[in-house]
Each structure stands twice: as C-alpha cells, then as structure tokens.
C-alpha cells in the first residue's frame, strides 16, 4: 500500500507542523482549562486529509512554503472538526473512528456549543494568515455549502424521490466542497491564478465525491463496524445518498438480496466512484504539471478504494 506509506511517512512532516499550529493556538487562545481539554480530545486524532492535500496543492506550483500555509492548513482542520462534531450528533454516531464521538462523550449541548466554538476559532485563525478578498470569499462561500449540505442531508431523510443530481449537489455541499477549497486555496495561495485555482478545485470535488461514495459503500457493507459505527445506520436512519437510493430501489422493486446481488450492487457503486477518479485524471492531465507533488496526488487516486484509509482506528 504505496500511498499509506507517503501518507504515514513523508507527508507526516508536515501533519506535525500543522499539529503544532493548532495546539499552539488553542493554548493562547482559550484560555478555560476545561473547554480547552474538552477541544483537545477532538482534535487529537484525526488524518487531516483536507490540510495534507491544501498543502500538496500548494507544493504543486510551489516548493517553500510559507509559514501561512501551516496557519491556514490548522484552521481548515478546526472547521471539519467542527463539521465532524455535529454531523456525529446529527446522526447519532457514538464512535468515530474506534473513539467516541464527541456528543457521546460530552453530551448533546456540549456538542452544539463545541461546534459553534471550533467554527469562529478557525476562522479567526484564517484571518491571521489570509487578506486576500479570492481567499477570504472562498472561505465563506465553503463554510454555507458546508451548512447547506449537511442541512439537506437531515431534512431530506426517508424522501427516496430525490434523483441522483440532486443527491450529488448535496455530497457536493457537505463533502467536495471542501476538498474544492483545499485545492482551490493552495494553488491560489502559490499562484494568484484564480483560472487554475478553479481547475484544481474542480480535481478536489471529483476527489470528494470518491471519497464520500465509498464512505457510504462502507457504511451499507459493514466495513465501519470495525470502528465501532453501527453497519447500514444510513438506511437505518433514512439517511438519502447515492448508495442508499439504490439499495431503496432493488428493495421496492423486490429484488432479492442474494450474495450476487449484493456484489452486483458494490460493482455498481464503485463504477460511480471510478468515473469521478476518470475525471480528476483528466483535469490533473489538462493541468500539464508533473512533479513529484502530482505523482502523490495520482498515487492517492489509484488508492481510493484501499481498505486501510477506511479503518485503521484512532484509538490504537
């Protein structure tokens, strides 16, 4: 497993620098000791995914990196903690990742206030390092689709008449757009090219929707359940996504779930997720830049189905 290997080894440099980032932040800025150890327990694991691939974008088009990159990597790690926090509560999720989540340990109202807490902290750890109106707009623009799609993801339960664009403008919300801003903002931080700022965002929304496709292929298949998450709470819950609209489908229409049927169903699945990998192949290629820095991008895309990134556990 190539890329678990770049991911462990020779990015962990630069998860360090983001960790550091953080930790020195919160200490400076919260200053209860309770809440700050209330904060510290969610944001003590994690890949930081978004703040790795802001800075691979980054060293794409530009190989120094400013200590600004670290500071606005940090506060794009705060900001999906939060989302992280309340997307537990929403769908009563009482592990994330072999821990507990943050609402089954601290209780619901915490939760809400956490969230709320961690989203004005990022943002004000982004104004520190940001003064570009592009980047400042973005940020913004990131944190309503952010609200809007998970908004849609919980009123929209138990409505199986959604159809599929509908469905990819709710994943787009609530998970590509912010690998479209990691992307986006790294290449416009080393740039100022708002043009190719758009063509690598538009990579990290077709690297969003793989990855939240296979989130619910492995939710529905039970491969969460090795990290404590209940196996099919989507459909349990009446959760709406691409995954579970199918399955609604081959039930209402009586299909037996047979172990080929079954199988049948992942197969379709994974052909949704490839051809969006099909597609962010195709924008890094019209970019034209092959450094080492896209070589780990495309390394990561011939991975996406990799069991490792789905459940190696944090409390371990």
Excluded: C
Excluded at 117 to 127: D, K, P
């Amino acid at each position: 497993m190539l890329v678990k290997k770049i991911y462990t080894q020779k990015l962990n440099k630069y998860r360090e620098k983001v960790e550091e980032h953080i930790r020195h932040f919160l200490q400076i800025t919260v200053t209860d000791k309770q809440i700050l150890e209330m904060l510290e327990y969610t944001l003590q694991s994690g890949r930081r995914f978004r703040p790795l691939l802001f800075i691979l974008a980054h060293k794409v088009f530009k190989k120094d990196l400013p200590e600004k990159v670290y500071q606005i990597a940090a506060s794009m790690e705060l900001l999906h903690k939060a989302s992280l926090i309340h997307d537990d509560l929403l769908d009563g999720d009482e592990y994330r990742r072999g821990k507990e989540s943050f609402y089954h340990k601290y209780g619901e109202k915490s939760a809400v206030i956490a969230g709320d807490l961690l989203v004005s902290l990022a943002y004000e750890h982004y104004l520190q390092a940001v003064h570009n109106p592009y980047l400042i707009k973005e940020w913004s623009k990131l944190y309503r689709l952010l609200a809007m799609g998970e908004m849609q993801d919980l009123v929209w339960e138990h409505n199986w008449q959604k159809d599929p664009q509908q469905i990819m403008g709710m994943i787009y919300g609530k998970t590509a757009s912010f690998l479209e801003f990691a992307m986006k903002a790294g290449t416009y931080l080393a740039t100022q090219d708002s043009n190719l700022a758009e063509q690598m965002g538009q990579f990290g929304t077709e690297v969003g929707f793989t990855f939240q496709i296979m989130n619910d292929l492995n939710n529905w298949d039970g491969l969460e359940q090795e990290l404590g998450r209940q196996p099919k709470n989507d459909i349990n819950i009446g959760k709406i996504n691409l995954v579970t609209r199918l399955v609604h489908q081959y039930h209402s229409q009586d299909i037996p779930f047979t172990k080929d049927t079954k199988e049948k169903l992942i197969a379709e699945v994974k052909i949704m997720a490839k051809t969006h990998i099909t597609t962010a192949y195709d924008i890094l290629n019209k970019v034209g830049i092959k450094n080492r820095y896209t070589e780990v991008l495309i390394k990561i895309l011939k991975e996406f189905d990799q069991e490792w990134f789905w459940v190696d556990r944090d409390d371990k």
